[in-house]
């Protein structure tokens, strides 16, 4: 079941909330993140998708700059790697998403 979630339609305090549970969800296990949640915790971070380029999404940010390709697995899932690439690029930048 794909889902995504709107994150114009949600406030500041619960955008921040859906944010923090989300990069919390990533670093206690990267297998079981979906993939719809890997692209809006891209989001979360200021990462825009910069291209689409057959089943790859191309997510980039510019301060400091950053690229990552992402992808879904065939059960809807992110890959565990590029799961843990977007954790390392937070946790260097002091990008945890705190509440």
Same mark, same amino acid.
């Given at each position: 079941?794909?889902?995504?979630?709107?994150?114009?339609?949600?406030?500041?305090?619960?955008?921040?909330?859906?944010?923090?549970?989300?990069?919390?969800?990533?670093?206690?296990?990267? $297998?079981?993140?979906?993939?719809?949640?890997?692209?809006? #915790?891209?989001?979360?971070?200021?990462? &825009?998708? +910069?291209?689409?380029?057959?089943?790859?999404?191309?997510?980039?940010?510019?301060?400091?700059?950053?690229?990552?390709?992402?992808?879904?697995?065939?059960?809807? $899932?992110?890959?565990?790697?590029?799961?843990?690439?977007? #954790?390392?690029?937070?946790?260097?930048? &002091?990008? +945890?998403?705190?509440?």
């Amino acid at each position: 079941m794909w889902y995504q979630i709107s994150l114009e339609a949600l406030s500041w305090s619960e955008l921040n909330k859906k944010c923090h549970e989300l990069f919390e969800k990533a670093k206690s296990n990267p $297998k079981g993140l979906r993939f719809a949640e890997l692209k809006t #915790l891209c989001e979360c971070i200021g990462m &825009s998708c +910069d291209r689409v380029a057959g089943s790859h999404f191309i997510f980039k940010i510019e301060d400091p700059f950053f690229l990552i390709s992402i992808q879904t697995m065939k059960d809807g $899932k992110a890959k565990p790697y590029q799961v843990r690439q977007l #954790l390392n690029y937070m946790e260097e930048n &002091s990008l +945890d998403t705190k509440e």
